[in-house]
């Protein structure tokens, strides 16, 4: 199978994004009403960057990723941290590699439009199994940090060990 990684650079981008996400956003596993989940899944669009993974036989969406550079805390004026709000594959797409992809495609497209972006930096929720799989392999990345905050996980990586991480899983794709 063939994939796109689209940045959204135009409206039709920007609506494609969010109606993918809207309509998926029971299954990105995130624990909050609904008003806050529109929040996290379209800030992207204001302050970030944001990304649509399409198959190129069907042409249809398979995925969306989006980010904002810097944090609400310090009005996002601290760019050199990379918040992911979401990242988001349809099930039938997940462990096939493309995750993997996926990733490497969005962090290249962040390097580009933000070369000062040092690390990244996620929620999870601790409950969440398939995230908890995925987010093992990465304590072994220098500098990788998890941190518990209340019911949720606070993840960060430095940006080139991720990067890193994810060109070297493109090349030697596990089975």
């Not at 609506?15 to 009403?33: C, K, Q």
């Not at 990723?65 to 941290?81: I, L, N, S």
Request: charged share 20%.
């Amino acid at each position: 199978m063939s994939f796109l990684f689209r940045p959204c650079r135009f409206e039709m981008d920007y609506e494609a994004y969010a109606r993918f996400l809207l309509e998926h956003h029971a299954s990105l596993n995130l624990p909050y009403p609904f008003a806050m989940k529109l929040a996290f899944m379209c800030s992207p669009l204001q302050f970030g960057r944001t990304m649509l993974v399409l198959d190129e036989g069907s042409y249809e969406y398979v995925g969306a990723a989006g980010c904002v550079y810097g944090t609400g805390e310090h009005d996002y004026e601290d760019r050199h941290r990379c918040q992911i709000e979401v990242a988001f594959l349809l099930e039938a797409y997940r462990s096939t590699g493309l995750f993997a992809r996926a990733m490497a495609a969005f962090l290249g497209q962040i390097q580009a439009d933000n070369p000062d972006v040092e690390t990244i930096q996620f929620w999870a929720s601790p409950e969440h199994a398939e995230l908890q799989k995925l987010v093992s392999r990465w304590r072994s990345l220098p500098g990788f940090e998890e941190t518990v905050v209340g019911d949720r996980m606070f993840y960060t990586i430095p940006f080139i060990e991720l990067l890193a991480y994810a060109e070297q899983r493109t090349k030697n794709p596990r089975p």
